[in-house]
């Protein structure tokens, strides 16, 4: 792989270079000039494979250099990378986006050694070829059986003190040939396929893993399971769960099971049934993608959910859509009445955040805050996000 780093300060030029070098990519060119780049770049445009690019230099800002990438047609990756001003750097991401840019991922300097690996690793590397790919049922049970599913984690903070309180495992195929596929391409398969049990107790046994890792190392979060309905059709599940969890050795008021209703229940009493019991276990319930057609007003009657997550849909740009909002604040002054903490997902930009802060809602997840990544990622962005949350709260009182 072939990388060009971008950054007006030398010293952090010298940083990153030897910092790729130390994960093993030697073929590193690094420049001061913007405009130096672009001449290397429009001799031959797919020479690079990847730019990391700092978004503010003096001669020209990121915005500007996007719109270049964009002119040659530059299909390679590229990182973003920003000082102190947080907002701009998903401003420029978003842009570049929209330019269909392949954005791998926004870092914030000092731009740490695991964060940048995380990036380069977890590119998704979805040519259009592969986001469309359909995955036979066999295909899944040969990675169940091999063990290439995995989990990534999305970091749930709380939005009045800035602790991180949880994570969201989001499980991710580690496919050989293909790269990280995304599971809109197999968790409805494997609903289809009988499959829905294996996949899930393979994400419930890594997620509990990785929850005792984190437990034993002092760092108390909880993590949020995603459970189909499908699941939800054998009496024992409860007892199940709750058995594997105390057996990990963590509290079971630590595990959040994520329920979404994707389909009509042939028989609607035995996940009630189910859930009614997990709940009595301790382990708590959240209902995911509140406000689409999937959660309805009817589950939060009929089932005791400790927790409200409200879908992205609605919670990206409330602040300038009246219905929007509207929708959000109702959502959530209705959790607030039944006694139900209040997630928000999909916040992905400062004005979100604010928006959010206001309207009282507990807890934020968007990739404002954080996309989803590695176990081994999570620690050192707790790390980071401290010294963010100091900037965050100073900004906002
Ligand atoms: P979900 O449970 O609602 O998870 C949130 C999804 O939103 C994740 O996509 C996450 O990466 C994405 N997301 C988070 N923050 C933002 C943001 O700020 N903006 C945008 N645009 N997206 C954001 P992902 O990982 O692709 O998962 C998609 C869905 O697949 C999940 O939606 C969930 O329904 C399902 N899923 C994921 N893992 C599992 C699993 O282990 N079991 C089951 N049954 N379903 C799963
Ligand atoms: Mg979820
Ligand atoms: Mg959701």
Known sequence: ????????????????????????????????HPHDALALLEEDANDIDMVLMDIQMPDMDGVEFVRHLTRINYTGGLVLISGEDQRILHTVEKLAKAYKLRV???????????LLKEVIEYAPQRTEHNSRKIYAPDELRRALN??????????????????????????????PDDGLVYPAQFVSMAEEHDLIDDLTQAVMANALRQARHWHEGGVALQVSVNVSMDNLVTLD????????????????????LEVTESRLMKNPLTPL??????????IRLSIDDFGTGHSSLAQLRDIPFDELKIDRSFVHGAHEDPPQRAIVEASLDMAQHLGMKTVAEGVEDHRDWNFLQTAGCDIAQGYFIAKPMSARAVAPWMQQWESRWQGLSKSTS
């Open 1 to 32: 792989m072939k990388f060009l780093v971008l950054d007006d300060e030398p010293f952090v030029l010298k940083l990153l270079s030897w910092q790729l070098a130390n994960l093993g990519f030697e073929q590193v060119i690094a420049m001061e």
């Open 104 to 114: 791998l991922g926004a870092l914030h300097k000092p731009v740490i050694p695991v």
């Open 146 to 175: 091999n063990r290439e599913l995995v989990n990534h984690y999305q970091p749930q903070v709380e939005m009045g003190s800035g602790r991180v309180v949880g994570v969201e495992a989001l499980v991710r195929w580690q496919h």
């Open 273 to 282: 049934d189910i859930l009614t019991r997990l709940h009595l276990k301790r």
């Open 237 to 256: 599940f409860a007892d199940d769960v709750a058995h594997q969890v105390g057996k990990a050795g963590i509290p079971l008021s630590s595990i959040v």
